[in-house]
């Protein structure tokens, strides 16, 4: 059962672009969860999603972030119009279909804008 | 929200030597989960605990839930446990996970 899968792994992107990472969850797993990690910093929680459904986006900034979970597909989150101070690690999380489960960690997207 | 504490926030130990890392959290919760990042970034899976005890190979945690907190053990540190342990928990009716600020670990042979 292959676990969490993010991609890219790395990816660079010069301010004013848009930055788009990807996330599969664990087979049969229906949520899914965005954390960010600053440099040096602990990870901060983003959004929650289930198939086609936002259920917690009280991490996302206002603006330029935007996050979906189709109900074919990987879930991605989007960055419009990157700035330096979005250079972070990008984890994605999953969890089977039912509340207050472990949590499975993909490896990661490491972000830098130049 | 709750606040997440741990300790020590750094820690050097030679090759052999066991430690204790603590958890300390401000409400109850319904999710607790250790995890270990290595040098390279990857955040692995260590526990899923919000109560009681559990061991996996040199490595277990307990948590009292009733006194809010969880402990990690490790026993015969290798070079390979180095890298930052986080504590996550969960409050009740919800499923974000709230991070630690971290224990830095450090094994020398």
């Known amino acids: 059962n292959a676990g969490v899968m993010q991609n890219p792994r790395h990816l660079v992107r010069r301010r004013g672009q848009e930055a788009r990472l990807r996330c599969s969850p664990m087979k049969g797993h229906s949520h899914v969860y965005w954390y960010r990690q600053l440099p040096e910093e602990g990870l901060k929680f983003m959004v929650y999603l289930q198939k086609e459904n936002i259920i917690d986006e009280s991490g996302m900034p206002k603006e330029r972030f935007s996050a979906e979970f189709p109900k074919e597909g990987p879930s991605i989150l989007r960055i419009q119009q990157v700035v330096r101070g979005d250079s972070a690690a990008y984890f994605c999380a999953s969890s089977p279909p039912a509340e207050r489960y472990e949590q499975y960690f993909g490896p990661g997207t490491r972000l830098t804008v130049t | 929200g709750i606040q997440v504490e741990q300790s020590p926030p750094d820690l050097i130990l030679q090759e052999g030597a066991n430690s204790t890392l603590r958890c300390n959290f401000s409400?109850?919760?319904?999710?607790l989960q250790w995890f270990h990042q290595n040098p390279w970034g990857q955040l692995i899976n260590l526990f899923y605990i919000p109560s009681g005890t559990k061991q996996n190979g040199r490595l277990s945690a307990t948590t009292v839930a009733t006194e809010r907190y969880s402990l990690l053990y490790i026993s015969s540190s290798q070079t390979t446990d180095s890298g930052v342990y986080f504590c996550?928990?969960?409050?009740?009716?919800?499923?974000?996970?709230?991070f630690g600020t971290g224990t830095r670990l450090q094994v020398f042979p």
């Open positions: 409400d109850s919760v319904n999710n």
């Open positions: 996550a928990v969960a409050g009740f009716n919800t499923d974000k996970l709230i």
